[in-house]
Each structure stands twice: as C-alpha cells, then as structure tokens.
C-alpha cells in the first residue's frame, strides 16, 4: 500500500487520522488492502437507490444503478461513477495478478476489478462494504 508521505492524492491524512476517522475493519480494508469475508460486509445485498461513496474521503464511487449481483459476496458494480474517481494498480499479492481499484482522491484500497463484468462494460468491480458509505437517493 502507499505510504502516508505520497503527495499524489489530494485527501492526505496521518496513520493516526485515519484510525481515529475509520473502524478497525474499515482501516484495515482502506489503509492496509485487507479484504472482509465474502457475504459479510453490509452492502453485499442491498438494493437501496443512491451513491456508494468512499469511506476515507466521501467522494461519490458507484451508483445504485451499475450494482448487480454477481454471486461472489462482495457489491459489484459494472462500472465508477465516472472514469476520474478511480485509481487501477496492478496487484501481484498471493500468487495472483490482479487489478486493484483505489479512491483517487485519497488512496484507500477498494477492492478489485474483473473483465467478467455484465454489458455494458464488461467490467466487475468487486468491491469491500467496508470501503464504502452509503448515500440514499432523497425521494
């Protein structure tokens, strides 16, 4: 993960910050790219309308509208909010290659994204509900 130093995210915050602003579960996944158990974060099946924003800075992520249901246990979303808010790094962790997602804003690990995703997109971003808030749509 990036150390507190890195000056390229716009949100910069101390290790003490976060633990202070972040539960535990939440700064392991955001600061340390740890990973919740599959089907047990929140947001795994829900289905309210709204933005999933990030937990380490409140920038609008996903939309309700791009999360389906991809049978992994994790919130999927075929695609961001926009092609700014988030960061792809290439991740060779546990014997694997992956493509790790961050908040661009402030740097906090996310979770992954797939190219087994549903039209249109073909993307499946995999994504930690302790990365994320969720913001309900006002009726």
């Given at each position: 993960?990036?150390?507190?130093?890195?000056?390229?995210?716009?949100?910069?915050?101390?290790?003490?910050?976060?633990?202070?602003?972040?539960d535990?579960?939440?700064?392991?996944?955001a600061?340390?790219a740890?990973?919740?158990?599959?089907?047990?974060g929140?947001?795994w099946?829900?289905?309210?309308?709204?933005?999933?924003?990030?937990v380490?800075?409140g920038?609008?992520?996903f939309?309700?509208?791009?999360?389906?249901?991809?049978?992994?246990?994790?919130?999927?979303?075929?695609q961001?909010?926009?092609s700014?808010?988030?960061?792809?790094v290439?991740?060779?962790?546990?014997g694997?290659v992956?493509?790790?997602v961050r908040?661009?804003?402030?740097?906090?690990?996310?979770?992954h994204?797939?190219?087994?995703?549903?039209?249109?997109?073909?993307?499946?971003?995999?994504?930690n509900?302790?990365?994320?808030?969720?913001d309900?749509?006002?009726?």
């Amino acid at each position: 993960m990036k150390s507190d130093n890195d000056t390229k995210y716009k949100v910069q915050k101390s290790d003490a910050e976060w633990r202070e602003q972040l539960d535990p579960m939440q700064y392991q996944v955001a600061r340390h790219a740890a990973t919740e158990h599959a089907f047990s974060g929140k947001y795994w099946n829900h289905w309210d309308e709204g933005k999933y924003k990030c937990v380490g800075c409140g920038i609008p992520l996903f939309d309700s509208g791009t999360k389906f249901d991809a049978g992994c246990g994790w919130p999927s979303y075929f695609q961001a909010v926009n092609s700014e808010v988030i960061e792809r790094v290439v991740d060779k962790t546990h014997g694997m290659v992956r493509v790790e997602v961050r908040c661009n804003n402030c740097g906090s690990h996310l979770g992954h994204v797939f190219e087994d995703g549903p039209e249109p997109t073909g993307e499946r971003f995999c994504i930690n509900s302790a990365a994320i808030n969720f913001d309900p749509d006002k009726k």
